[in-house]
């Protein structure tokens, strides 16, 4: 596989991580001691988790059946799990949907497979396999594919952190409580926790992949729970800007 098919794969995993999760880009970066691995990654096929799929099994995944989950333990500013709420998150395999984490994480494995205990010491999110994103990267990326992709009046004030503030608002068109917001977005509040503790994986996956058909624009910015603490909150505006244009 040449380096720019392998880079753009790698890019694909970041992207819709960050539409379907609302990831901080932080996280997808990580450090030496604490990044996503490949093995934070386990198949649920029909209902049956596995650790380490075979290439076989990634292949019998089933669209709208079947789901990812992603183990969640990447950030020492949050080391037990208090301020960034829920540490699993899950996707809906569904090869339709762009946005569909599970069905680029399952291209990816089965293009890319990897076994065994190297799962656990290689990093999920890499620009060739091994090099893990840098911040820079990300937003460099992300500003060519937006060039490629929308108009200037369409880019305009849009980052990586915008995806975060996306989801919670496809999330809020779709008549969530703010708990149930806050606990998508990992955001951590006690009713965000409640709501967590009683959500069915199954449940979350389907929220996340039903929001390809929100309508964000019907929104406002004082519609959204909190999300974030106030230093992200400029990006909020900015997009709140965007979308009432």
Known sequence: ??????????????????????????????????????????????????????????????????????????????????????????????????????????????RFPLRGAERRTTPLFTTDGVTAWTGGRIDGTLKDVMQATLTPKQRRGKTFHSKRVWVASALADMRSTDGEIQALVRWSSLESLRVYARMNLYYQARRRSAMRAANVQSLNATRRPDIDDTAELDDLEHLADALDE
């Open 1 to 110: 596989v040449d380096a720019k098919s392998r880079f753009w794969s790698g890019w694909r995993l970041v992207d819709t991580y960050a539409d379907e999760s609302g990831v901080r880009k932080s996280e997808i970066v990580g450090d030496d001691d604490a990044y996503y691995s490949r093995a934070d990654v386990q198949l649920v096929l029909n209902d049956v988790p596995i650790a380490d799929p075979s290439p076989e099994e990634w292949a019998a995944a089933v669209p709208r059946r079947d789901i990812v989950t992603i183990a969640v333990n990447v950030s020492k500013a949050d080391f037990d799990g208090t301020k960034f709420g829920p540490s699993l998150v899950s996707s809906l395999y569904d090869p339709a949907n762009p946005m569909s984490f599970a069905a680029a994480i399952i291209d990816y494995e089965r």
